[in-house]
């Protein structure tokens, strides 16, 4: 469930302790900010150790496929979507997945 932040640049905030879209993973975070006027929608998958979520990278790339960016940081990877204004109802959409 993604909670309102309330703010101006930071919009909403979700803290998943359960698997995500990546079936394998054991968590996840979501925060959907305004980054040079678009939407920012950063999903961060948790996993049980830093060499799993190497292994899971594919997995992730498959799922969140409008991320255009990934990074690996220990047990969690990174993807990153970015949406214009004009298609804020499906970045938010894609968010509540």
């Given at each position: 469930?993604?909670?309102?932040?309330?703010?101006?640049?930071?919009?909403?905030?979700?803290?998943?302790?359960?698997?995500?879209?990546?079936?394998?993973?054991?968590?996840?975070?979501?925060?959907?900010?305004?980054?040079?006027?678009?939407?920012?929608?950063?999903?961060?998958?948790?996993?049980v150790?830093?060499?799993?979520?190497?292994?899971?990278?594919?997995?992730?790339?498959?799922?969140?496929?409008?991320?255009?960016?990934?990074?690996?940081?220990?047990?969690?990877?990174?993807?990153d979507?970015?949406?214009?204004?004009?298609?804020?109802?499906?970045?938010?959409?894609?968010?509540?997945?």
């Amino acid at each position: 469930m993604l909670y309102a932040a309330g703010g101006a640049t930071h919009l909403a905030l979700a803290i998943e302790n359960f698997p995500v879209q990546v079936l394998t993973s054991k968590m996840g975070v979501v925060a959907v900010d305004v980054v040079s006027g678009h939407v920012q929608v950063t999903n961060i998958v948790g996993f049980v150790s830093s060499s799993f979520a190497s292994s899971q990278l594919a997995a992730v790339k498959s799922s969140y496929k409008f991320a255009s960016d990934f990074s690996i940081y220990e047990e969690c990877i990174r993807a990153d979507e970015t949406f214009a204004f004009t298609n804020l109802q499906g970045a938010v959409n894609l968010a509540g997945e």
